[in-house]
């Protein structure tokens, strides 16, 4: 997701999709342990980077979870 979407969005959409994003990194870590495949590393990526931007986000705002 691009920093400009997530800069529109509130704290709680934030927040919100902070939560789906790390569900959404768990079920891809527990792919990857039970396949034994790593074609999905790149999204686990973009998942973490977008999770951190988030929290940089709220830390900017003062609106820490």
């Known amino acids: 997701m691009k920093i400009k979407e997530l800069r529109a969005l ?3 959409a934030l927040s919100a999709k902070l939560s789906e994003l790390r569900l959404e990194a768990s079920i891809e870590r527990r792919k990857i342990v039970s396949t034994g495949v790593s ?4 999204k686990i990526g973009e998942i973490k980077r977008t999770i951190a931007q988030i929290l940089t986000l709220l830390n900017e705002r003062g609106a820490a979870t």
């Open 39 to 42: 074609s999905k590393q790149v």
């Open 10 to 12: 509130s704290n709680e």
